[in-house]
Each structure stands twice: as C-alpha cells, then as structure tokens.
C-alpha cells in the first residue's frame, strides 16, 4: 500500500502493551511496512531500532509521529532526528525544531552548517507569527511562522556589529543583534537558556569569521 493514498492519523491510535513502558519523552512511531494495508504501532524508537537490528523491518519501510506533515522513510526520520539530538538541549520544542530545521536546510549553501537553534515561547495572544533564531558558520537567520508559512531573513556574520540578550524575567529573555546599518533585530520571549547560549555562540561565530585565516 502506498503513502500516498494513507491519510496521516488524527486520532491516537489505541495503545499497545509496548507503549506502556514509554518514558512522557519517548516520541509514538506508527509503523508502516512496504506492501502492508495497514499502520502497526505505536512503537518507541527503540523498538524500532530493535526490529532494524533484528532483519524485521527494513529502513525504506515508513513511520509517522504527532507533529509530522507526511509520512516518510525510516532512514530520513532517523536521520533528521539524529541530527536534531543536539538542538533541544536548553528545552526547545521538537517539533519546532523540526520544523525550523527542514525550512532552513533548503535555503543553507554547501559547506554551511546549523550551530543553534533557538524558538520563541508563545508571545501572547494576538502574536501572529512565532519566530525561531537560527545561528549557522557563516550567518544568523530568523524565521517567522506565519499563515501562509515561513518567512526567512538572513543576516551573514559581516553584517552584525554586536548582539545582545535581555533578562525579561519569568525565565523569558530578549535576543537582539545590531547590524552594521544601524537596524536593530529584537525577538523576546525566548527561554532565558536559550538566549544565553544564542549570545554565547552568536559572539564566537562572529569572531571565527573576523579572525584572519
């Protein structure tokens, strides 16, 4: 059965005995295999590593979690998740994260590689758009999560004059970068953690790219 005529869940699917020994944390994988008429599941990443490991799925057989706009392959979830390991250290959503990741890897150059990313708490009610600040090698990005989308700035390391945070209080702070225009990039509301570490890298990215080779 293709994904393609397999509507993604929009409801949970009934737990089995192995989602009863999930830590809250665990993502829920519903499994489904290539020529199966139905989903299995739902699955820890363990189990589904143990059944990689034991030859009783393949890594071209499908999986989908909560959050997730399609179905894909075992070996792009496995890697997208790999990857994004790193970047929910200071609490960041996952699924943001994922989100905000997959958005920006298709605008990023050859050689260019994602350092942090860092996501705005909700801003209020009447806040339209959520934004994500996203630190690579050679520039600072922000991200904004509109209805339509995603909108994408770029800002590279040459054009900063210097960056900022803000203690707002309630463990919520400001990160703000100064360019070299003189224009001045605020986005509040982001976890103190986070803003601590979005200045922390923000100030040695931009000294590795004005230090002399």
């Known amino acids: 059965m293709s994904t393609d005529t397999l509507a993604t869940p929009e409801t949970e699917t009934p737990a089995s005995d192995a989602y009863l020994y999930m830590t809250p944390t665990d993502p829920v994988f519903l499994l489904l295999r290539r020529g199966a008429d139905a989903p299995a599941g739902p699955y820890s990443q363990e189990d589904l590593l143990t059944f990689l490991r034991n030859g009783e799925i393949n890594r ?122 003189g224009k001045r990039i605020d986005v509040s509301h982001i976890p103190v953690a986070q803003t601590h570490r979005l200045f922390q890298l923000a100030q040695e990215l931009a000294d590795d790219v004005g230090s002399p080779e």
């Open 60 to 181: 071209k057989d499908f999986v989908y979690y909560d959050g997730m706009k399609d179905w894909a392959t075992m070996d792009e979830v496995f890697d997208i998740q790999e990857q994004l390991s790193h970047f929910v250290d200071d609490g960041q959503n996952k699924v943001r994260v994922g989100e905000v990741y997959r958005a920006v890897s298709e605008v990023l150059a050859n050689g260019e590689e994602i350092f942090y990313i860092g996501i705005q708490e909700k801003a209020g009610l009447l806040s339209k758009a959520k934004l994500s600040v996203i630190l690579t090698n050679r520039q600072m990005l922000t991200l904004a999560q509109i209805r339509s989308g995603h909108e994408i700035e770029s800002h590279p390391w040459s054009s900063i004059q210097n960056t900022l945070i803000r203690d707002d209080g309630k463990g919520i702070g400001t990160f703000s970068a100064i360019l070299n225009s």
